[in-house]
């Protein structure tokens, strides 16, 4: 794509960049924007919108020093969502699927799985408490988004009567930017990346789908903001992801 | 309480101790773990507090962990915790798979001496089903609103690299203050110090707001670098990446993680392969 | 956020709001308390963390406090708190008798966003009776096991005063934690502060272990001193006793209390006699 | 007593000292001691303790700066004592009972009580969480010691399927040691202070309790206790209670 993105001017951009203005464009209102950690590309899009919000926009990347602004233990992150502070949260998923149930324990049956995978850190508890969590997984395949994850670490969707404040809102990837409808738990296709069909996005997602016949383009990078992430982004981000940050800037 | 050698200091986690270890960026006892591998330790409960990696793995590969109780274990950027994966895969780890703030609660739970805490999330994963003593209940202050309680974790042993401590015994953790929590959940608590702060950590109001009182401190050892090849909130150093990739590398073998142990010279007391 | 005049933090706390404050060791934001006096704020929900005095009295004394919730309300070694003592007994205050834990569980309760938290012992306490949002259930962890529920506490404003504060609004409490919980627990945090720190109290390791980050804070207000005749442990100053001495003795009834007001040259809005 | 105490040899001692070392002989062996705030006579005691164990024994005086080591805010307290750290507490009464009831709401019907008090502050816990609980209360009359209090604070005993791990153990007055006996929930005479007879004490006592004929009398100071009061104690309780310190020790 950064060699010559297909619907663009005279933009060039590299995928992280494209990728980092999507998933701001999810969150623009966010006051308090929280990353997990090795998470470059949701860091880049949380300190984008900071950016563009003159600093009263909030970030915290949890295993960085510089944007660790807690101070009370592991426990406040947790807390801190509880109290209705936390905004939006960018979390990725071994498995997706249709209800956008996540998956970060195993593939397979467990305990025995055929992969084990970390465990499902917090995403348990914050899909439930964060109102706009944003799912991002860059590989779009079938393996990926399936009809069903093989373990729920976190629910897409609760019954009417659970308390739950928060929940899925958006996956995107590098083909894609979905939309979660929670009350009829499906997702509905917002638009497709610049260069790609929607054959194509039929072809390498496991599970269903609302879509309209032509889906929108999703809108390249802007100049602005292409500057800012050059700058005051990739400034703040270089001493988190140093190596990120000449790949995806190229600075 | 004064400063004891690292060997006493781990002499006093027993074999079946139920262990309660930081994550990767809040002070690992590496050197702790070293000399319990080097004793051959058995049948460990590892508590993650609330995500572990390379300790968990390297106590894991070595045959010392009988339970994992965790929210992850990986290797954070490197990838995957390989002797955790395949212990894991083959069903020879009782994992007890939890979600950090389940595992916060728990510890805030002994803390307080309450026999469970309530906590909100979590219904509707695949979580609740796994773990026994997790139960739900209708909130009693609520209507047909179901909410997870999860019991108490008492830990045996804390067990941590700290910054500073003085001769008193009192230990200085700054803005980490899970470790102070592991600290007041746990019987034990074993602290490998990274620099002898001269003076009484209580008595200087500002350090006195990040210091863990000496009475909630079973023992200190001096053991400056401790950490590594970790990186540690203490001095702002960063983990040793090339270390790391190296063993993640050489781990995804048992004959390879063999080799790494014996590169870096730890002998391992009656291996139970 | 940045500074704002006392009369401007004092205008957030609205009449009926329920307000936490802190125990006279812990930074009580007294001439805040003075500001609300002359404003005339009524209907307070006062939520003592755990206990009050002096503060409490002046506003029960002046009317504008509706509800009362302690575990202790008194002037310490002075003696009792004579307008609460007299208000109380005419029953004129709705009273929410508790005791120390149960308040910091309330509060620790709104700080986890659970609706309520277990806590031992109390049974058997008239308190149990008297709360009507106190409920015992039986333990689902034990068996034939009662155990005490109490509710979240969560105060629409926390409202004291700190040592240290930067341009940021973040504000430096030290070991006084309970300031920090109050924190959490409220929608509003209002601090006055005794002195600007030059710097960012979260960039320095040492200071940060003891800080409220800025985002907890609604308003700080630079009031050197805003914490006399009480003492305040960031400058280690002690009560004013004379002071507190001829309070009790004037407050004793309702003239000298008025007459106390005058001296302090303390007028009062629309006084509810 | 301070003049020419009964039962004593040469010794002369304030009636501060006798009582700070008639509560040490109850806490003995306790590791840690918590004392409220503004009690300086079982301060006094807790440090006699410290003094005694050559400062292995912990004392944490509640409101003083020099002997308050907790540093999680006002919930350590209760927390530490939940843990099974706290051995021993001291606690006062406006009214104790036979059963060891203890009121500190108010004398009275409750809520518009004859005489409120400040409340029952951490009584309503600590009395079920810390294993030695010491009632102290100087005034020794039928006003304080009372059949029933008015208003319970918190409880002397609890139905045995009731988690309690503590519990008052003793009474001390300006006349009397009483032990309390949880499974009868009845005050057993223990001594009667040099200079008064049982007769005085069933006088001043509003509430039944168990004695022998000839109960023993309370040892007065040894040299050694006065010694370390008028020396270790001393120094370290005088930034915490000046004038108390010149008027019990005279120093």
């Known amino acids: 794509m950064s060699a010559s993105p297909s619907a663009s001017g005279n933009l060039d951009y590299s995928t992280e960049e494209f990728l980092a203005v999507t998933l701001a464009e999810r969150v623009l209102d966010a006051g308090h924007l929280v990353v997990g950690a090795n998470s470059p590309i949701p860091a880049s899009a949380a300190l984008l919108i900071q950016s563009q919000s003159g600093g009263s926009a909030e970030v915290t990347i949890l295993g960085s020093r510089e944007f660790m602004q807690f101070t009370d233990g592991g426990k406040e992150l947790f807390d801190f969502a509880a109290q209705g502070r936390m905004d939006a949260f960018f979390v990725g998923g071994g498995q997706i699927d249709g209800q956008a149930n996540i998956n970060l324990v195993g593939i397979g049956d467990y305990p025995g799985s055929k992969l084990r995978l970390p465990g499902s850190f917090g995403s348990a508890y914050l899909y439930h408490l964060v109102p706009n969590v944003v799912l991002f997984r860059k590989e779009h395949s079938r393996r990926v988004l399936v009809p069903k994850v093989d373990f729920v670490s976190a629910p897409g969707t609760s019954p009417a009567n659970q308390y739950r404040v928060g929940g899925p809102r958006w996956l995107v990837t590098e083909l894609v930017v979905m939309e979660f409808n929670a009350e009829k738990a499906r997702f509905r296709l917002h638009s497709i990346h610049p260069g790609h069909t929607l054959e194509e996005v039929y072809d390498r997602t496991g599970f269903e789908f609302d879509t309209t016949e032509q889906p929108p383009i999703t809108p390249i990078p802007s100049a602005d903001q292409l500057t800012r992430l050059r700058g005051d982004v990739c400034r703040a981000l270089a001493p988190v992801y140093p190596d990120f940050c000449q790949k995806a800037f190229g600075v | ?273």
């Open chain 2, 1 to 273: 309480m004064s400063w004891q050698p690292l060997e006493q200091l781990v002499a006093q986690i027993d074999d079946g101790a139920r262990v309660a270890i930081p994550p990767d960026y809040s002070g690992v006892a590496m050197a702790a773990t070293f000399a319990l591998l080097s004793r051959g330790v058995r049948d460990l409960h590892l508590v993650a507090v609330p995500q572990a990696g390379l300790q968990a793995d390297l106590l894991i590969g070595a045959g010392c962990v009988k339970i994992m109780e965790a929210a992850g274990v990986s290797l954070g950027e490197i990838g995957l915790a390989p002797r955790f994966r395949e212990w894991a895969q083959q069903g020879r780890l009782q994992m007890m798979d939890a979600t950090c703030p389940a595992i916060q609660s728990g510890l805030q739970a002994a803390e307080k001496g309450i026999p469970f805490m309530p906590i909100r999330g979590i219904l509707g994963s695949d979580l609740v089903a796994l773990r026994d003593q997790w139960q739900v209940i209708d909130n009693p202050y609520g209507e047909d609103d179901p909410i997870l309680l999860v019991p108490a974790i008492r830990p045996d042993v804390a067990l941590f690299h700290a910054p500073l401590a003085d001769s008193r015994g009192n230990v200085w953790v700054g803005v980490r203050r899970e470790l102070m929590l592991m600290a007041h959940a746990s019987a034990t608590t074993l602290v490998t110090v990274e620099e002898n702060y001269d003076g009484d950590l209580l008595a200087d109001p500002v350090y006195a707001a990040g210091t863990i009182p000496h009475f909630y401190i079973t023992g200190t050892s001096l053991a400056p670098g401790g950490m590594r090849p970790l990186g540690f909130f203490g001095d702002g150093s960063v983990t040793d990446s090339e270390h790391l990739i190296r063993y993640e590398k050489l781990a995804r073998s048992e004959e390879g993680f063999f080799q790494y142990l014996e590169e870096q010279k730890i002998q391992l007391a009656g291996v139970n392969q």
